[in-house]
Nanobody, 123 residues
Framework: QVQLVESGGGLVQTGGSLRLSCAAS????????MGWFRQAPGKEREFVAA????????YYASSVEERFTISRDNAKNMVYLQMDSLKPEDTAIYFC????????????????WGKGTLVTVSA
């Protein structure tokens, strides 16, 4: 059974940084586009960032562009989300996801989800 396990969430002050990690297992990792989503209380889950199979292409929601950086290490089956200049509106549960291609993941068509990690940004 495929597993995506997120870690690295926590409480941080406005302007601070966090690095989220997602460990994938039982997955042909290099065959999947990987991404991050988030869901704030009372809101729908939204796309945050995605990275192509090779890592050569990245995509971001406009709300996080130039503050967040997605990366992957195919040798370790890991995907990361470096979050800088955090704002209170970034507070959410962050989910790792795997999908077949970029267009699908940007439209929340996902093959596998992690269970999420909570990020709280205090004002």
């Amino acid at each position: 059974q495929v597993q995506l396990v997120e870690s690295g969430g926590g409480l941080v002050q406005t302007g601070g940084s966090l690095r989220l990690s997602c460990a994938a297992s039982r997955l042909t990792f290099g065959s999947y586009v990987m991404g991050w989503f988030r869901q704030a209380p009372g809101k729908e889950r939204e796309f945050v960032a995605a990275i192509s199979w090779s890592g050569g292409s990245t995509y971001y929601a406009s709300s996080v562009e130039e503050r967040f950086t997605i990366s992957r290490d195919n040798a370790k089956n890991m995907v990361y989300l470096q979050m800088d200049s955090l704002k209170p509106e970034d507070t959410a549960i962050y989910f790792c996801a795997a999908s077949s291609n970029i267009n699908m993941i940007k439209n929340k068509i996902v093959d596998f989800w992690g269970k999420g990690t909570l990020v709280t940004v205090s004002a």
